[in-house]
């Protein structure tokens, strides 16, 4: 207390799973995320409330696009270091299996590249407890944040051998950040009516 | 003191509360506002005006008035009330 204020971490009491249930990718420009009403203790209570930027429309293409994958393949792992008790980094890796190597595998993947060299992909995924969390954006109350830059790193596109054998395209996206998730207070209906695809 | 919406941005669309109706057909708006005012969202603050509540109430007791119908009069001669033949009048 005298150096930091500490914060113990008492989880809500319910039965806790595994597993991402949806994963949502979109353009972190396109999007203002309203940060809630700070906690009583003055923490963060992640983000009640989004909207698209001035400038970005739906009809533009501004939105929530799903990476539709398969039954539980997708993963967010999020590895903190910090090696000289001075600064801290999250290290993410989000993951996902997509079935059939298709046109539109192609055509997806060169969208996460040409993303993730001139724009910044903001991931919104909904676990199997409910909690909604956001990684990746870029404007907050009207301001723009740090920097929290996704690119699709590590994938692999695959055929298979035989009949039983996985077709389609292990998707790996890489970040760097300063701190871990936030989380979406504000419901999936929220969410998903900013969803086009 | 209450909040509504501008007119101009009536048709604005945030995700909150669980919904993403434009702001002018919802009623939860207090509830955006106020995690704006907190961290001084300015953007989103010049959206709503803040209405004193007794102005608001007034204004809401004004349209229901002009809301109501015109009391039917049985007598049918436009509201006016018929006189008494047995009313004497005053010189």
């Keep these: ?13 319910t039965t806790s799973v595994g597993g991402v249930s949806t994963l949502l990718v979109g353009d972190a420009l396109d999007f203002d995320w309203t940060p ?67 046109q539109s595998m192609t055509d997806f993947a060169m969208k996460m590249d040409t993303a993730s060299i001139c724009g910044q992909l903001v991931f919104v995924w909904v676990d199997n407890v409910g909690n909604i969390f956001v990684a990746g954006e870029r404007s907050v ?55 086009l695809g | 003191m209450s909040i509504k919406v501008k007119a101009e941005h009536a048709h604005r669309v945030f995700g909150f509360n669980n919904s993403g109706k434009p702001l002018g057909e919802r009623d939860d708006c207090h509830l955006l506002y106020a995690d704006a005012k907190y961290h001084n969202i300015t953007h989103i603050l010049e959206m709503f005006e803040e209405v004193d509540i007794d102005t608001e109430l007034l204004e809401r007791g004004e ?23 047995r009313e004497v009048t005053e010189r």
């Design chain 1, 1 to 13: 207390m005298l150096s930091v204020n500490i914060k113990g971490y008492a989880p809500s009491c």
């Design chain 1, 36 to 102: 809630g009403t700070a906690n009583t203790d003055g923490s963060a209570s992640g983000y009640s409330a989004v909207s698209l930027r001035s400038g970005a429309t739906s009809t533009g293409g501004a939105g929530f696009y799903e990476i539709i994958s398969l039954q539980d393949s997708i993963g967010v792992e999020i590895a903190q270091a910090n090696s000289e008790f001075a600064s801290s980094a999250y290290e993410y890796t989000i993951t996902a299996k997509a079935a059939h190597l298709s």
């Design chain 1, 141 to 195: 109350g009207g301001n723009f944040i740090p920097k929290f830059r996704f690119k699709m790193d590590g994938s692999k596109f695959s055929s298979g051998k035989k009949f039983s054998d996985f077709n389609g395209g292990e998707l790996s996206f890489k970040a760097s950040y300063l701190r871990a998730p936030f989380q979406f207070t504000g419901g999936i209906s929220a969410i998903t009516t900013l969803q």
């Design chain 2, 63 to 85: 349209q229901f008035i002009k809301r109501r119908k015109p009391p039917v009069n049985k007598n049918g001669n436009g509201g006016k009330r018929k006189k008494d033949s």
